[in-house]
């Protein structure tokens, strides 16, 4: 007897499942993702917004509707853990000019501050909605959402209320930059990071964020707006190593940050402290970044090779962190000034071809990782329990995002259990 409005999507070529135990459909229902794992021939079970079943295709139970995958690759949603997505505005004459040859200065921020202040709430949120339908169309199914080009009481608390509209996962970045009416008194502007705006924007956030970086935040002024940050509930994140060496590696370590970003600049101080955070690696792991089922735990590298694309600057050091145990994230860093895509798979194929990770690192980074830099146990992996958040690729494997670089591969995209695209 089929359960009422199951869905059977069977004939499935190659099932990444990133499942908490070897054998999907295991024991530790809601655990979160385990190491990356596929089942070929397979099948799956969605019941209202859950997996209820994966296995064998010539296992699978009967359902009220059947989906017909014709042997193509089916992979959890993906799970960008880092996007600027509430902004006015572009940067492309910026962008055009840096390809020339004029390196990128963390100022251009502030073209984009302007832009943001003059907007209306409806622009910004047509623009934040034209974002967020992009991701989905490329197979984001849970993503992350900064503040930060207000930088004003108002300014900030509108962009995380606009946010909020659209996920769960809003980021307070007040300490994105200093801006120009603060030149010269970047303490003050500190204090009301940590004071009226955080009050502002605290109820509708879940993180609070540094950019922790020569001409942005130093040590001091990072640790403050952070620990400000968490004594209201916030959790950490920071902008960490993008531009050169620093001391926010560390801080997010010490902090207990969900997730160290950029880490493009790292120091052997860097990575032992974040190898010492880390999950302990699963003794059978082989081609695989996956920490055990523990999304509560350790600081993650989040790796934003977008910028580095956008910037020309060199690619963090990917090989380095995971062979020290570091759990990593790929995200997209979507933001109209260093890294203006939003596409998953784009970040996935320059994880292969220029950060030297496996193709199922990449995939692994690009959905457990996200899912585990933002501290979720219902996303990143496909196992009885898990959020039915799911894409079919055009492709018969997962190997294909970076073999078939460019192309659009995404066959369809269920989120919460129904079909959203196309
Ligand atoms: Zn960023």
Redesign the pocket.
Known sequence: MPVTGSLLITRIGELVTNAPDDDAGGSAEGAGPGRFAVIRDAALIIEGDRITWTGPSSRAPAADEVVDAAERAVLPGFVDS?A?LVFAGERSAEFAARMAGRPYAAGGIRATVAATRAATGAELRAGLHRLAVEMLRQGTTTFEC?SGYGLTVADEARSVALAAEITPEVTYLGAHVVPAEFDGDAGAYVDLVCGAMLDACAPHSRWVDVFCERGAFGADEARAVLTAGRARGLIPRI?AGQLGPGPGVRLAVELGAASA?HCTFLTDADVDALAAVAPAAPAAATASAAPPASAAAGTVATL?PGAEFGTRQPYPDARRLIDAGVTVALAS?C?PGSSYTSSMPFCIALAVRDMHMTTSEAVWAATAGGAHALRRTDVGYLAPGARADLIILDAPSHTYLAYRPGVPLIHAVYRSGKLVQP
């Open positions: 880092h600027h900064k902008h970003d934003l860093d933001n």
